[in-house]
């Protein structure tokens, strides 16, 4: 058993919160600032003329921080507030009259940088004879969109409390908003959800409308824990010119603040896992946790914190603090001849956040905020059935970050100004070992299979990022023309520590005594490289070392990434029902210098915006519009590039060899496009036991270059067309048609590609002709001999000429509780995605015939069904049961090597089995991803029963995911090479169950909330 201590921040973990804590306290003596610039529009409205009315008062009202304003609505019947606080929530109403009785809408909550729309229907005095009339003019979810074209849902925090959420992981909520989808990745940490069917790296993640990306691969970076949010809302086409930097979507999540009233929570969840959970027979599949690393049967997990929000000053400072801790239990089975046993390993995430906010008087306000995380996934040794991985192999993931941010907001009469700072460092080791200075060493048996992995885990990932990021942001309101400017700078500095073992990979191979030793042996699940010897009885000379390689060049190495943007904005209501917002944003990014220089960058990113909202009536609007979207150059193509590069004569002779056959272009500058990457080297054979030898080769493998063109940022045209309909006070149904049009995406290009004859595939009718279909198969030395560059080495560099069109309808219906006893949403999405590029690593099956990829992403489906539904029994009781239902995945046909002797049927090389690359030589005739899996079905259920103690109130909750115990082999959050999105064999064949969605789990929670 692993012992367990009581882990302790590292020093540069301590270095970075101590940065983030005394910039913070430092902020707080200096500029006055605000939170998260948010505006309101509210529309008066005759329903019995049926039209706008001017000249109306409207009363705006935040009793939860104090605030108190008074408008009157223009000439088109609006009122507008810019640069108010997303603390508390707004009554904003239009007191009874000579002309109308009352009109009011309360519990308006706002949502960082976006504008809501609020219509007050007010209804002539003389219609009625009754003493008092009020009338409701809608409620929170149930607002009609009257400002622009932006298509977007939102969850607030009551749908989150009532939602079954694994963890209280907000990530694991947001399928259930329109157009996203659990998503299949290329890593294990890869982002769980896609939006549009699109690859969920390039999805940008805000809290509070900043940035809250993981910049070297994507994801978010700090996992927001459902307790800190008040809002998570999906814009998923024509949004603002204010968003930028991707051409897929946003999620922005809205946090928590205080206000006048004391509240709080303090919390315990469990997932017991067996014998409560269930089981598909002896075939029950891994599972994930919520770092997305796989897990099986002796999982649980084991949560509490507490939040607490109030006021410092009563109408003046506020505070809110959260605090969240959880600790996963998990087995692993070490399973090796002479020893077989359970290795015991745990998970740590802790998520702190804070955020304080004041008004300094009645135009500048200010909060500072401050999140950090601790993640810790131990990779205690053993495998999920079963492994040969000593404990003195284990390693544990780190994935550590903190952010702090001041957002700073001036309001005056027709002016808003937002000023925003926010410094966030992460610190993602891939893989800290527990041993870090000792070598590796892979015990093999007589016919050399692996049976032992001692010592270090072989490998080096420590990336490191400093972000600083600056908002200034304008509005101005002149007259029927509310108009925006603004700059958003946001600069990234990179470190890495990549490569191999700089300690040495030892290969031994034993004879059959020593086989025989090793299996009668009595070992400890923690033996290391030092102490195998021993253990066999044998002097370490008399082992046997097939292979060694080590890291020559430990080193850490990267580049800063800038990212500028620009970007002016008008919305103009040029009649009563009619908003006209154009807009217009410019980006830069530096990496698209590439190998290429300065004169290489992307400088043209402009970016027209166009929307148009028309209101039909009161309740119903129409809205559409068109926008161009630019993508931010994901970190690691460029670090790919520099970690997988040389500078070696001989390397750099190769690349020459390439600009003289025109491969590359003529004034490529060599010096350029090469670095000092890191490099691995090996010797085979004659090696003694732990003995490092000087005199080792450097290994050829693959090199990847910097483009010397440069890089385009890849470019999305959306277009949108849409209805809102609200029905009564509390339904709202709304219809989206999206089409996307993805230009410039990245994707692989290799250099050395042989010069094929013919297009070195196999036609389906030459198989059905083939005596012996191995006898197709190309061999990799006639290929290797077809190279430009002789020696058969892949040289490859990242390019950005991808595409991908999307088209979608899209129905929604959402029924807010008001004064019922149940709620709910229904989501449809039709949709369709094809690509020809999937990822940065997607290379073409053969010699960059980009033409035969397009096909289905791997994200796409048909048919996406998506229901919540919250009935209120008592009021104590809640129940909600959410479900969803998809069409199948695709399917990639590959071919059977034990049909053709090999996978690789173009003899390039390349066989399909990388983790972080999705694709791969295909059965002969099949198109890419051209199956389907079957539909994925589930329900989740949840219900929670409260009695008030005291002052508050105690919540006993119970969670079921998976209700029906369904085995869905398609639908779930998964890793593309373990998935069951390869198959081997040609289209139609039976189905290979190589993993599920999970099977039935239970989670329970006790909450006390005042």
């Known amino acids: 058993m692993t012992p367990h201590t009581t882990p302790t921040l590292s020093p540069q973990s301590q270095r970075a919160l101590w940065t983030a804590c005394l910039f913070l306290l430092l902020a707080g003596f200096t500029a006055p600032n605000a939170h998260g610039q948010a505006a309101l529009e509210v529309h008066a409205f005759d329903v019995e003329a049926n039209e706008s009315v001017s000249g109306a008062v409207v009363h705006l009202v935040n009793e939860g921080i104090g605030f108190e304003s008074t408008r009157r609505t223009d000439d088109q019947g609006t009122a507008q507030w810019g640069g108010l606080s997303t603390a508390g929530a707004y009554s904003v109403f239009i007191e009874e009259n000579d002309r109308f009785y009352e009109a009011r809408v309360s519990d308006v909550e706002l949502r960082a ?179 997305g690393n796989t897990v099986k049967s002796g999982f649980q997990r084991q949560q509490g914190g507490f939040a607490l929000g109030g006021p410092i000053v009563a109408d003046q400072t506020f505070l809110h603090v959260s605090l969240e801790h959880t600790t996963d239990f998990k087995n692993n089975q070490l399973d090796a001849p002479g020893v077989r046993q359970t290795i015991d390993g745990r998970n740590h995430l802790t998520y702190a956040s804070a955020r304080v906010d004041h008004r300094w008087n009645d135009q500048w306000r200010s909060t500072a905020r401050l999140n950090a995380n601790r993640v810790h996934i131990e990779n205690q040794g053993g495998g999920l059935t079963g492994g040969a991985t000593f404990a003195s192999a284990a390693n544990t993931e780190e994935r550590d970050g903190v952010h702090a941010a001041l957002q700073n907001t001036y309001t005056g009469d027709n002016l808003v100004y937002e000023s925003n700072v926010q410094y966030s460092w992460f610190n993602w080791d891939a893989g800290n070992p527990q041993n870090p200075n000792s070598p590796r060493v892979t015990v093999q048996d007589t016919s050399g299979s692996d049976i032992a992995f001692l010592g270090h885990p072989g490998f080096q990932f420590d990336s490191v990022e400093n972000t600083f990021q600056v908002q200034q942001k304008l509005t101005y309101q002149l007259g029927s023309h509310t108009l925006k400017a603004g700059l958003d700078v946001l600069t990234s500095d990179h470190r890495l520590a990549g490569g191999g073992n700089p300690n040495g990979n030892y290969v031994v191979r034993l004879d059959a005594a020593q086989t025989e030793a090793f299996a009668n042996a009595t070992l400890s699940p923690s033996l290391t490289p030092s102490e195998l010897p021993r253990a066999l009885g044998v002097d370490p000379q008399a082992l046997n070392v ?186 709202l149904a709304y219809v989206d048609l999206i089409h996307t049009r993805s230009y410039d995406l990245f994707r692989i290009r290799e250099l050395n590609t042989p010069d094929y004859p013919g297009d070195g595939d196999i036609s389906a009718e030459e198989l059905a002709n083939a005596d012996d279909p191995s006898d197709l198969v190309l061999d990799p030395d006639e290929v290797d001999d077809l190279r430009p560059v002789p020696g058969g080495r892949s040289i490859t560099m990242t390019e950005t000429e991808g595409e991908a069109r999307y088209w979608a309808a899209n129905f929604n219906l959402v029924k807010d509780r008001g004064d019922d006893w149940y709620s709910g949403r229904l989501s449809y999405t039709l949709s369709r995605l094809r690509n020809n590029t999937g990822d940065i690593n997607f290379r073409a099956e053969t010699a960059n015939q980009y033409g035969d990829e397009w096909g289905p992403s791997v994200n796409d489906r048909r048919h996406v069904i998506s229901t919540v539904g919250t009935v209120y029994p008592t009021d104590r009781l809640r129940v909600t049961l959410a479900s969803l239902l998809q069409s199948g995945q695709p399917i990639n046909w590959v071919p059977d090597a034990s049909i053709f002797g090999t996978r690789d049927l173009n003899g390039d090389g390349r066989e399909y089995g990388a983790q972080y690359v999705g694709n791969s030589d295909r059965w002969p005739g099949a198109e890419r991803n051209s199956g389907r899996l079957p539909w994925s079905y589930r329900f989740d259920l949840s219900v929670q029963y409260g009695w008030s103690i005291g002052a508050g109130r105690v919540v006993a909750r119970a969670d079921v995911f998976n209700v029906l115990n369904t085995k869905n082999l398609s639908g779930f959050a998964n890793n593309a090479t373990q998935s069951n999105q390869i198959q081997v064999g040609p289209p139609g064949s039976d189905i290979e169950e190589k993993n599920a969605g999970p099977p039935r789990q239970f989670q329970f929670g006790l909450r006390y909330e005042f």
């Open 546 to 731: 097939t292979n060694y390689s080590v890291e020559l060049r430990p080193s850490t190495f990267g580049r800063r990434q800038n990212l500028v943007g620009l970007y002016v904005e008008d919305q103009f209501t040029p009649l009563p029902d009619l908003t006209v917002t154009t807009g217009l944003r410019y980006d830069y990014d530096s990496l698209t210098e590439g190998g290429g220089g300065a004169d290489a960058a992307d400088y043209n990113n402009l970016a027209p915006r166009l929307s148009l909202n028309y209101a039909l009536d009161a309740r119903t609007t129409l809205r559409g519009g068109y926008g161009i979207f630019y993508d931010k150059i994901v970190y690691a193509v460029t670090s790919d590039a520099l970690e997988s590069n040389s500078n070696d004569p001989a390397f750099k002779n190769d690349i020459r060899t390439l600009v003289e056959k025109g491969i590359l272009p003529e004034n490529t500058d060599v010096d350029e496009v090469t670095f000092n990457g890191t490099r691995s080297a090996q010797r085979d054979g004659a090696v003694g036991y732990l003995q490092r030898p000087s005199d080792v080769t450097p290994l050829s493998g693959g090199r990847r270059i910097l483009n010397p063109n440069g890089y385009e940022n890849p470019q999305t045209h959306q277009f949108s067309l849409g209805v809102q309909r609200q029905f009564g006070d509390a339904w």
């Open 113 to 291: 940088d976006a504008t809501r729309s609020v219509t007050l229907v007010l209804r002539p005095v003389a219609e009625y004879e009754l003493d008092e009339v009020v009338v409701e003019g809608g409620r929170s979810v149930a607002d009609v969109n009257r400002v622009n074209g932006e298509v977007s849902s939102s969850l607030s925090a009551a749908s989150l409390e009532n939602l079954p959420v694994e963890g209280r992981n907000f990530t694991q909520s947001l399928y259930r908003l329109p157009n996203v989808t659990p998503s299949t990745g290329f890593f294990a940490e890869a982002p769980n959800v896609s939006i549009n069917g699109a690859n969920g790296l390039y999805t940008n993640y805000l809290i509070d409308g900043m940035d809250n990306n993981e910049q070297f691969l994507g994801g978010p970076q700090f996992d927001v824990p459902t307790g800190i949010v008040k809002d998570v809302t999906v814009l998923t086409s024509t949004y603002s010119a204010e968003y930028g930097r991707t051409g897929n979507g946003i999620f922005n999540v809205t946090t928590k603040s205080g206000s006048n009233q004391w509240t709080g929570e303090a919390f315990y969840l469990t997932r017991p896992g067996q014998p409560l959970d269930g089981e598909f027979g002896a075939d029950t599949p891994t599972q994930r946790d919520l770092s």
